[in-house]
């Protein structure tokens, strides 16, 4: 999401976030379990108009979370993909 996108979702009056506050919003955006794929955008903008700043730095830690749980996955699955490749060259020798 770009700054551009989600100021078009604020009301009109509200203030804009400043360039760290955007990075925050985006990476809330981007990692937050309850932020829908698809009404994201609009789900990050109601609690920054509404309640400002201070709720999207409330869930920056549940985002971070997931993000952290995402990292991991991804390298249990690199590992797991090792293992098989060794597995199946064992089962061809």
Known sequence: MTDTEF??????????????????????????????????KNQIAMPYSTFGMRVILDMRETAKRLQEIEDETRVCKLRLQELQKEADELAMK
């Open 7 to 40: 100021l078009s979702r604020l009301p009109e009056g509200a203030r804009k976030p400043t360039d760290k506050e955007f990075e925050t919003i985006q990476f809330v955006y981007n990692y937050h379990p309850s932020i829908h794929p698809v009404e994201g």
